[in-house]
Structures are given as C-alpha cells and as structure tokens.
C-alpha cells in the first residue's frame, strides 16, 4: 500500500488523523494534511482506507 495526498485539495478537516494518527498529521500553521507514514504496515491497512473515505475534499489516494 501507498499513500499519496494532495495537499492543494486538503481543507483541514483533520478526519484522516482522526481515523489514522499514525499516518496522518496536521501542520501548525494551517492544518493541512501531512503524511507521516508513506507506506503504512498491513495492519494500519484499513486505518488508512478509513481516512481515505472519510476525507471531505477527497485528498487521500491509495495505491494498492
């Protein structure tokens, strides 16, 4: 799996950190997404999907 975000689509709604914090941050300044965790381990795998499907502006993709 690999994650990839699009941080021009992101508007800080911090749903994938609320699904996913080991992957997913927030910066400071503005709250858009940062990707801790490019390739997440198997068993963060549906962590992951959640944080992509709940993301209001559709930021998160997944690469299978």
């Known amino acids: 799996m690999k994650v990839v975000i699009d941080e021009d689509k992101?508007?800080?709604?911090?749903?994938?950190?609320?699904?996913?914090?080991?992957?997913?941050?927030?910066?400071?300044?503005?709250?858009?997404?940062v990707l801790l965790n490019a390739n997440p381990s198997a068993d963060l795998a549906d962590d992951v999907r959640n944080a992509a499907a709940v993301c209001p502006a559709l930021a998160i993709t997944i690469e299978e």
């Open 10 to 33: 992101c508007v800080a709604a911090g749903q994938c950190v609320a699904a996913a914090a080991e992957v997913f941050d927030q910066r400071e300044e503005d709250g858009i997404v």
